[in-house]
């Protein structure tokens, strides 16, 4: 079946404007994590997602950052007024979510965001 | 919240020496502890977890541990091979709903010829 999908996988932007990267997960999982990655650092963690609901949103850099889940499925994240320290890879994670397995996350190719 | 820490942030070994990377973890309810390896310009992808209720797990040149009572779990790699030069993350679970994973910072391996 089909993986993660992320889009777009660049995406370059003036500073100052507004941006949507997109997320659809496996079929099935019901857990969504969105992580955020600069050129050779680790993997910081934005927002996590069970079903439509964000448990744990602390990751969120700022107010600038927003993420929604719908139906369960695709999530966007989005970024306001997109600011240089912004730039970065955008990874989306997936997982079944299941509270008593093991909770692999398969993740996205990622979008590389990239503010001017 | 769970607090996962690695070490070390940076190894090099010799070409089919071994290496070992080290996590420590703090939520003693953490029951799912993963690895994955990240190649440079790709994704994160599993190479190997292990539940709580084993010690140890084994694949081809691949193992991890795990120490419940010191709260650590390492990821040992046999006769390292060029293509074993990856970021190496692990990362520790508790199976709750509302629960997140939460990864180590990562450790980059080189493996030299």
């Known amino acids: 079946g089909a993986g993660v999908s992320q889009s777009p996988s660049n995406k370059v932007t003036e500073k100052g404007k507004d941006v949507e990267l997109r997320c659809d997960p496996i079929?099935?999982?019901?857990?969504l994590y969105w992580y955020r990655q600069s050129l050779g650092q680790g993997l910081e963690f934005l927002i996590y997602?069970?079903?439509?609901?964000?448990?744990?949103k602390s990751g969120l850099p700022s107010d600038r950052f927003s993420a929604e889940r719908t139906g369960g499925s695709v999530s966007t994240l989005t970024i306001q007024r997109t600011q240089q320290e912004d730039s970065a890879v955008y990874l989306c994670?997936?997982?079944?979510?299941?509270?008593?397995?093991?909770?692999?996350?398969?993740f996205g190719p990622g979008t590389r965001l990239t503010v001017l | 919240g769970e607090n996962v820490e690695q070490h070390p942030s940076t190894l090099s070994v010799q070409e089919g020496d071994s290496a070992v990377i080290k996590c420590t973890y703090s939520d003693s309810a953490s029951n799912y502890f993963p690895w994955y390896k990240q190649e440079l310009g790709k994704r994160p992808q599993l190479i190997i977890d292990?539940?709580?209720?084993?010690g140890e797990k084994k694949d081809q040149r691949i193992a991890v541990t795990l120490n419940k009572t010191a709260k650590h779990f390492s990821l040992h790699i046999t006769e390292t091979q060029p293509e074993d030069s990856a970021v190496y993350f692990c990362?520790?679970?508790?199976?709750?709903?509302?629960?997140?994973?939460?990864f180590g910072p990562g450790t980059r391996l080189s493996v030299l010829p």
């Open positions: 292990i539940r709580s209720n084993v």
């Open positions: 994670a997936s997982s079944l979510g299941l509270a008593v397995s093991a909770d692999t996350q398969y």
């Open positions: 990362a520790a679970r508790r199976a709750v709903w509302s629960e997140k994973s939460v």
């Open positions: 997602f069970q079903g439509n609901s964000a448990p744990d």
């Open positions: 079929s099935g999982h019901t857990a």
